[in-house]
């Protein structure tokens, strides 16, 4: 059963950096995208960035392109989100999400069955 496991989460100043994880266990993801995504309060869940974990493609929501950078270590079984130049508006619960890669879908959240806990990102003014 595939496993997600975010840590990184915190509270940083706008301008500021953070760097989440996801450690990702369970099966291999030869075939799978991994994802993050994000729910603000009263929002609904959006897409943030994604890596198509055998050839490392990766796509991002523009809002957060230029600033976000999705990667992923091998050896690790990890996915990461490096977040700089962060804004207020950042501010949500960041989700890790793994299902079998589809171009077409890749930056929806229904079409993703496993999702971690979450992980709170709070930017302060």
């Known amino acids: 059963q595939v496993q997600l496991v975010e840590s990184g989460g915190g509270l940083v100043q706008a301008g500021g950096s953070l760097k989440l994880s996801c450690a990702a266990s369970?099966?291999?993801?030869?075939?799978?995208?991994l994802g993050w995504f994000r729910q603000a309060p009263g929002k609904e869940r959006e897409f943030v960035a994604a890596?198509?974990?055998?050839?490392?493609?990766?796509y991002y929501a523009d809002s957060v392109k230029g600033r976000f950078t999705i990667s992923r270590d091998y050896a690790k079984n990890t996915v990461y989100l490096q977040m700089n130049s962060l804004k207020p508006e950042d501010t949500a619960v960041y989700y890790c999400?793994?299902?079998?890669?589809?171009?077409?879908?890749?930056?929806?959240?229904?079409?993703?069955?496993?999702w971690g806990q979450g992980t709170q990102v709070t930017v302060s003014s």
């Open positions: 369970g099966r291999t993801f030869s075939t799978y995208a």
């Open positions: 890596i198509r974990w055998s050839v490392g493609t990766t």
């Open positions: 999400a793994a299902d079998f890669f589809r171009a077409a879908t890749v930056l929806i959240p229904t079409y993703y069955d496993y």
